[in-house]
Structure formats: structure tokens, C-alpha cells
């Protein structure tokens, strides 16, 4: 039976795929000052369509809004393998365009909303999917 922590970790394949959407969307809401990035490409990396994925993603990633929260506060704090954590401080830098405060160092419950911000937005996301799909003709 997995551990609570290994349930939470991250790998290198998390890292080329959402992981790194969302250490991208890190780096960018640094770099506007702690706004939520409203450009169309962030929202395009978290969305793209009627398409079941969204739900399916999410029951087979994360299963719980719980451990949701804790993988993604880990995508952005886990420390210990290292190609993870370069490809972590180059996205977050390269997007923010230079060097910010590391998610890990965030004062106060920053990174606490902020994770959580992303497991409620991502559940948005899975009840519009399904209301979209359930609106579409069925086919014969």
C-alpha cells in the first residue's frame, strides 16, 4: 500500500506534462506581481475543450481534492531529485523572467491558497467538462 508521501510525489513524466504547466503558471503569477495570469496559452495549458480528459485526468492523477492539493503544493516544494528540481527553478525563472522567490519560501498561507486555488479550479474545470459532454447530441 502507497505511503501518504509517496502518494504526494511527483516524478520526472509529471514534470513534461501537467507539473510543468503548473510550475510555468508559478512562474508567471511571480512575475505579475501575485495576480492570477489571465493570458489565453495558461489557460489553454489547463483547458482545451469538451473533452472527457479533464475527468479522467483527475480520478487517475490525483483521486481526492485532499491529495490534489498536497501533489500540486509538492510539483512546486519537492526537493530531492535533481533533474526535477532544475527543470522546476529554469521554468519558474524563465518564465518569470528572472530569478523569484521559490515556492517553497512563500510567506504566510500563500502557497496553501495558492494550491488550493489550483485543485478548486481544476474541479471547475471537470464540472464544466461534464456539463458540456452531457449537453452534446447523442450519437446513433
Known sequence: MPTST???????????????DWITFYGDWRRNGDQVPGDESTRAALYDGPQPRLALFFAD???APELATAIARSA???AGDLLIDA?????ITDI??????????LRGDALERLTQGFT??????????RELIAALPAYV
Open 6 to 20: 509517496s502518494c504526494t510525489r511527483i516524478n520526472r513524466g509529471d514534470i513534461a506534462a501537467w507539473a510543468g
Open 61 to 63: 492523477r490525483f483521486r
Open 76 to 78: 512546486l516544494t519537492d
Open 87 to 91: 527543470g522546476r527553478t529554469g521554468l
Open 96 to 105: 518569470a523572467d528572472g530569478p523569484v522567490l521559490a515556492p517553497a519560501f
Open 120 to 129: 478548486e479550479r481544476l474541479l471547475e474545470l471537470v464540472a464544466e467538462e
